[in-house]
């Protein structure tokens, strides 16, 4: 075991001051910093949404918070005049726009004359029917409950006046606002309300709490992992060739290969794990058991190669050709296999697909 240690220790520091090796470990950090640093709604796909909200009381200012704080492929953001919703819509900054006239809530609250909603679209607008009605489920949820408060204060109460004094009254009046806010939650709960727009969000989703950015840091990883898993093959090649291991056994020589990959892999895999957990990959527990099994793969897939080619030179002949197939079919940029079955299975040659 000390021997092993020896070697290992040996042949970590020959790895590290690669530079190669250095611009990787580099790249992985950066690359993680970065994604750390971007926005969460930069983080999922979402087709934008202006409002322009000429309604500034209370009531219309804390619907336009709960809308922006909604969860939806849809995101809606504030323009501050209707010449720029129109802008943005036309230029396709915005799938669709609303514009919420002024005395919007009052009139809705009072049952005054209706006040309309206006939509802009064009005809690149995609799912303009679900962006308004998850625009109009959140009316809906702002506006019910004053309707039904006023409702029980304009036709309840002044009945409930002429027959009880004005604590039974008051008595009367909290007991039915309890009821009518709980079956007010309960059919809303039910999806009795806008349910389609309910059932077209949670399709929805699953988009949005998985596709990551731009950055496939955890395909990145995948490919370092391997590039220097290669390296340490091709280290112990060359020390073969140039008769260091020459009065090595079999066992020797085996353990020593072993050793020249272990040690490759070692630094790269433990900062990419630190880094995939810090950026919330997946489970910490099953991002290293993928990693550890992974590894093993690469391990394997290497000393296969290195045992078919044999020779150093052959090997680094040949290296750059398995570096472009493994970019071009391991989905490290873009997933070629859903195009066609057949690149589907020959992406299954190269480590990278399998992380």
């Known amino acids: 075991m000390k021997l092993f240690l020896n070697r290992l220790y ?22 993680s910093c970065v994604y750390m640093n971007i926005p969460d709604r930069e983080k999922t796909i979402y087709v934008p949404a202006a409002i322009y909200n000429l309604d500034h009381s209370d009531s219309g200012n804390e619907f336009e918070e709960e809308l922006y704080k909604s969860k939806s492929i849809y995101h809606f953001y504030p323009v501050s005049s209707l010449d720029e919703l129109k802008k943005d819509v036309l230029s396709g900054k915005a799938n669709v726009g609303f514009v919420i006239p002024e005395g919007f809530f009052n009139r809705a609250y009072n049952f005054g004359i209706c006040l309309k909603i206006d939509e802009y679209t064009t005809n690149s607008s995609r799912l303009p029917t679900v962006a308004r009605e998850i625009l109009f489920s959140q009316l809906f949820d702002e506006i019910a409950p004053y309707i039904i408060s006023d409702e029980i204060e304009l036709q309840i109460i002044p009945r409930a006046r002429q027959e009880f004094d004005e604590a039974k009254v008051s008595e009367i009046r909290d007991a039915l606002n309890k009821t009518a806010y709980e079956v007010f939650n309960q059919y809303h709960a039910n999806d009795s309300v806008f349910k389609n727009a309910e059932d077209n969000q949670s399709k929805y989703d699953s988009i949005t709490e998985v596709t990551k950015t731009e950055l496939p840091i955890r395909k990145f990883a995948a490919l370092f992992i391997f590039v220097v898993a290669l390296m340490g093959t091709s280290a112990y090649l060359t020390d073969k060739e140039k008769n260091i291991y020459l ?67 052959t090997f680094y002949r040949v290296l750059p050709v398995i570096l472009v197939l493994t970019l071009v079919f391991s989905g490290i940029f873009f997933d070629i296999g859903k195009y066609n079955s057949f690149l589907k299975h020959l992406s299954m040659f190269f480590p990278p697909y399998y992380f």
């Open 247 to 313: 009065i090595a056994g079999r066992t020797d020589r085996i353990s020593l290969r072993i050793t020249h990959i272990i040690a490759s892999l070692l630094p790269i895999t433990v900062t990419s794990y630190i880094c995939l957990v810090l950026i919330k990959e997946m489970n910490p527990a099953l991002l290293l058991l993928r990693m550890i099994a992974y590894c093993i793969v690469v391990s394997i897939y290497t000393i296969l190669l290195s045992l078919l080619l044999r020779k150093n030179h």
């Open 10 to 31: 040996v042949m970590l520091k020959r790895t590290i001051i690669q530079p190669l090796y250095i611009v990787m470990l580099i790249m992985l950090i950066a690359l």
